[in-house]
């Protein structure tokens, strides 16, 4: 038997090796290529039969030989292209290197057998030979059989919807009792009521022995095939009973992790000593109940068992989740210690134990003579013989079943002697001197099951540390017990017992109330800190975005240096060619080194700013060349102030402000308006309706007020007054019929409808392209999607033509 295929282990590396090989299928299993998954089949008996000299297989059988090992194939093929950056599964990848898979064998069956499991013709010479005869033969019958019928049919002898039977393998026609000498031939079957004979007509009797005889030889010689497979493949039986041995564990991990993935399981921390750190812990058998069902959820637990807390006493109300949880332990360290990843918190460990000694439940038997405490005591005495330090015990309602004084007593002594022996253990009861015993005893802690006073409902949440209240009087009171009964039944019990119950239900309160407030207190802790940490973020934003501030302000200074030097060089040259008056230079001197001493204190001051870590405004004469955001220098606006500050224009001061950027001009000897977008020296760009056009600035006119009045924005831009677009909008149709169109031809028809309304400002058209397979329409909306001036598009309301129509609204 390989490694893996197993039940309970206690080997530390056996333990690791098999939560390795099923985490690993887990992931394989939530990726997006699929593991193959068919054709698992067990052959051994195949091979065993194969093993014997002058056996041979049937054609099913090699069917289902040659798809076990395609997937036998599909599955070496699987690990070897699985990208190890994505998924690296090495414990798998050790199982599946042990195939052997020999090409020769999948080159031999495929000459014997077809994919639909049938045996070729070409198997063998022979076998081609003879199959080709029972061809001839059969269309030899059959027209003898179609000649017999309709010769029998044109008599009489038959109806004219009767058609040919087979009976014994061999073709008869069915003739009426009465009619049945009117064929010669031979009788092989009649009907259960006697009224129809199925005869053999004389003429096909010599054809039909024919092809039985042929039959027989097919058979022989097919059985020749299969013997001499067989004897081929004898060599290699124990390689092929290493591979179906390998696809039985793969198909074996494959289903545990395909349960692990139903429970939401993971792998564990595993050590080699015992104990039990688990967190979230959930049942795994109520939590595949619970999976159909959405009233319903299971509660997760905590549980520990370290060396200073080994035995846990759990006490609670009855149906409070005591049994449950012991269950659980139970059943998720049996299936860690078999293999299985189990249903807890990734931050969970385990150790190993070697043995679990387990009294759940009610082994009374009459043929045995044992009652419930006597096979409970049986229990007991196994258990103390031979559990040890590793050995982990799981007793339910410990105690029970006998007087309580006495059970209590005997159960005192039996937990101290466990306890003796070094053992872990999870044990319920209902025993108040046990409780006692467990908060005074080392090695033993109490636990609780939760419960709600308020709604009289458990909570199924397990709290160590403290014991339980069983909640007697408290259920009995809810399900309407008589009050003067529970106050007899309380004056029974003396006020001792009673006081203690009242205490643990007063600390289980108390309790409650502070872990509220503790959680209350971190949730609080919490979001004060992640405001703290985004206030943080924050200024770390802040922070850097002043350093790009300050870095772009020196950036744009630097540039405006070097314009002013260029506007200097200029202006000297100026002065030059216009001869001007000495006192008129050095009046243009004076203000071009005012200018000057202004960029230059505008540098100092981002200087200042980055070193006393803020930006501060440089003052009123510098918030003209400060852009809106950030206060940032905008050398484009001390330009203009500057330009309409003065203007030197042969040698005297002109009062006319010149065109600046964003100023509405016209080119001169044409109607086209448009937007100045840049001035480099005498050149300015100029943006169009339609086009970018740099000029000479003498050649363009700044517009007045009233002029600019008669230009009409469209998209943004400016365009010249059309004196026949009141024609165009008279004209204008807002529907378009591109049904029987090609894409190509639909999308030139919608361009110039959104042009065409943009320009005589119409804001709603419609596109009939019809409904069709929505191909067309399709087209046409990712198009519209791209142009900006559409604003929205949707479908014609259905009264109108519904998706055969759209209906485009413009953004004019």
Not at 540 to 567: D, M, P, Q, Y
Not at 701 to 730: C, M, N, Q, Y
Request: hydrophobic share 35%; charged share 30%.
């Amino acid at each position: 038997m390989l490694a893996g295929i197993n039940s309970f282990t206690v080997d530390h590396s056996v333990i690791s090796s098999l939560l390795g090989q099923t985490s690993e299928f887990q992931a394989i299993l939530n990726h997006d290529t699929p593991f193959p998954a068919d054709h698992y089949y067990d052959l051994n008996y195949l091979l065993d039969k194969l093993g014997i000299e002058g056996a041979w297989p049937e054609p099913a059988e090699i069917f289902n030989l040659k798809r076990s090992l395609l997937t036998q194939k599909a599955v070496e093929r699987y690990f070897i292209t699985l990208s190890p950056a994505v998924l690296n599964p090495v414990n798998l990848k050790e199982i599946v290197s042990g195939l052997v898979l020999p090409k020769w064998l999948f080159e031999r069956i495929d000459m014997i057998i077809t994919d639909e499991g049938i045996i070729r013709d070409n198997a063998s010479p022979g076998l081609a030979s003879v199959r080709g005869e029972i061809r001839t033969v059969s269309a030899s019958v059959s027209r003898k059989l179609t000649s017999v019928l309709r010769k029998a049919q044109t008599d009489g002898i038959v109806d004219r919807e009767t058609l040919v039977s087979v009976r014994n393998g061999r073709g008869v026609i069915p003739v009426s009792a009465p009619q049945r000498n009117k064929i010669s031939g031979l009788i092989h079957d009649q009907s259960a009521s006697g009224k129809t004979i199925f005869v053999e007509p004389a003429e096909v009797v010599a054809l039909n022995n024919r092809l039985s005889d042929l039959e027989h030889q097919e058979k022989r010689e097919i059985i020749k095939i299969l013997s001499a497979f067989a004897a081929d493949i004898r060599p290699v039986l124990d390689d092929l009973k290493v591979n179906f041995a390998i696809m039985a564990q793969i198909d074996y991990i494959r289903a545990k992790a395909l349960l692990c993935n139903r429970l939401k399981c993971v792998r564990p921390r595993l050590n080699k000593e015992p104990g039990i750190d688990w967190k979230e812990a959930r049942h795994p058998l109520l939590y595949l109940s619970y999976l159909s069902r959405s009233d319903k959820s299971v509660v997760p637990l905590d549980v520990t068992l370290d060396v200073a807390t080994r035995i846990i006493l759990i006490s609670g109300p009855n149906a409070g989740g005591k049994s449950v949880c012991l269950k659980s332990v139970a059943l998720i360290q049996y299936m860690l210690q078999s293999g299985y990843t189990v249903p807890l918190s990734e931050n969970s460990s385990s150790g190993i134990f070697s043995s679990l000694f387990i009294d759940i439940g009610d082994d009374q038997s009459i043929d045995n003579d044992l009652s419930t405490y006597s096979s409970h005591l049986l229990n007991m005495k196994y258990f103390m013989r031979q559990a040890g330090p590793d050995t982990l015990v799981l007793i339910d309602e410990f105690g029970a079943g006998t007087e309580p004084m006495l059970g209590g007593a005997i159960a005192e002594a039996i937990l101290v002697a466990l306890n003796s022996r070094g053992v872990y253990g999870v044990i319920t009861t209902h025993y108040t001197n046990l409780k006692h015993l467990a908060s005074s005893l080392d090695g033993a802690v109490n636990g609780a099951m939760l419960y709600d006073t308020h709604l009289m409902q458990p909570l199924f949440r397990l709290e160590t540390g403290r014991p339980g209240s069983s909640f007697a009087f408290e259920i009995a009171r809810k399900i309407g017990l008589p009050g003067p009964i529970l106050d007899d039944a309380a004056a029974r019990v003396g006020e001792e017992n009673v006081d203690f119950d009242r205490h643990l239900k007063d600390l289980l309160r108390d309790k409650r109330y502070w872990e509220n407030k503790r959680q209350e207190i971190r949730i609080r802790n919490n979001k004060l800190q992640e405001t703290i940490d985004r206030y943080e973020e924050q200024m770390s934003e802040i922070k850097a975005e002043r350093r790009r501030i300050v870095e772009k302000a020196r950036e744009e200074a630097e540039t405006l240096l070097g314009e002013t030097n260029r506007r200097i060089e200029n202006t000297i040259r100026e002065i030059r060619e216009s001869e001007a008056e000495k006192k008129r230079t050095r009046e243009v001197r004076r203000h071009l080194e005012e200018f000057k001493n202004e960029v230059l204190s505008l540098r100092n001051q981002g200087a200042d700013n980055e070193a006393g870590g803020a930006l501060a405004e440089t003052g009123s004469g510098h918030k003209a060349g400060m852009s809106e955001k950030g206060k940032q220098y905008d050398p484009r606006s001390r330009g203009k102030s500057s330009r309409q500050a003065t203007q030197v224009k042969g040698g005297k001061t002109s009062g006319i402000t010149p065109p600046g950027p964003e100023d509405i001009v016209r080119i001169e000897g044409t109607n086209t308006t448009g937007k100045i977008v840049r001035i480099e020296g005498k050149k300015v760009t100029v943006e169009t309706d339609n086009m970018i056009v740099t000029v000479d600035i003498s050649g363009i006119k700044k517009l007045t007020h009233d002029e600019i009045k008669a230009v009409k924005p469209v998209r943004g831009r400016f365009i010249r007054s059309d004196p026949g677009l009141s024609g165009r909008k008279l004209s204008f149709k807002p529907e378009r019929d591109v049904r029987g169109m090609r894409a190509e031809e639909a999308i030139e028809v919608v361009r110039k409808l959104v042009d065409d309304a943009a320009v005589v400002q119409y804001p709603t058209v419609r596109v009939l392209h019809g409904k069709g397979d929505g191909i067309l329409r399709s087209v046409i909306r990712e198009y519209l999607a791209t142009l900006p001036v559409v604003r929205k598009f949707r479908d014609e309301h259905l009264e109108s033509g519904g998706t055969g129509i759209t209906v485009i609204d413009l953004d004019i």
